[in-house]
């Protein structure tokens, strides 16, 4: 297995062994395990989150904390990215004072991939546009396995991912990473929600009548408004009575599911109140497990001794004083 990566992007940075691994480290650090860190080594961790943001942000703050780092939070409305510096010198700078990881959440999908090359510094992705959003996925595959009771149990289990797939980040992560484990994916919702191109082991299913009736645990979305290029408010009138779960769709199918979401959630369109209040509503889980996860991540990133990271960046070959002098 290589190194864990210093840039983790997208659930395609990780190999099968880097997630299984995460998951193990998960379990030791939820049962009281110490973290596993560098000795002599004062651990600082960023957040930079660019878009607003409740769980992801808190969690990782949480996380850091555990692990026993300290956390600088980065606000970039008042910082010199306002006066026009680029975001590659701020991560450097970020670097040079010692920070180790920054985590970063933006708007613009993608906005990672300038990094690549030359990585100023470890980044951890919190959610790019509607690319994607690794720590959420891993999280939920997590809490998936540990309410199926381990990996070997969610083998063949299915599940239906309902609402605005299309815009959403964590449905991306999670269809890159769910059929590594044999989990079947549906996705479901109106057509202006469902990517025409699946992925392998995705498929769709077009009411959520059938995603109940062939799923072993719903994933509801929200309706991500913000991330839609034009209004479609017009198209979505109905969209509580066609999509929204309630257990009275429960109760016409005679089961009862896991119903996960990432929260933030918007009660009384995509769920009823009586399902957030009741045990199926897994959300709390997976908040609870975001913790342990993060510091997971954190720790075998922190652990993976890139060395080179900020100081191979674009340097400019030979000695430059000497052809200075020679033009
Ligand atoms: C998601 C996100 O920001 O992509 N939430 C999260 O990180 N917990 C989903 C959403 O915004 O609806």
Redesign the pocket.
Known sequence: MSAFPSILEGIKDLELGHIKALLRRTNDLKSGQPPRLPLQKTLAVATSFLEN?T??KLSFAMAIMRIGGYHIDFHAESSSLKKGESLEQTLLTLKYQGVDICIIRTNESHLLDQFREYPPIKIING?DGINQ?PT?ALLDLYTLQDHFGGLKNIKGKTISIVGDCIHS??THSLTDLLPQFGVNVLLCGPDFFIPEEMPAGVNRVTSLDEAIEQSDAIYL??V?TERHDKSISDKLKNYQQEWGLTFDRFRKHSKVLPVFH???ANIGIEVEQDIVNSEIWMAHKQVQNSVFVRMAIIEAMINNEDHHIGSQYKKIPGDISERIRNT
């Open positions: 943001s769980r992801t959610g959003h959420q980040r964590v979305l929200r991500q990432p929260g933030p």
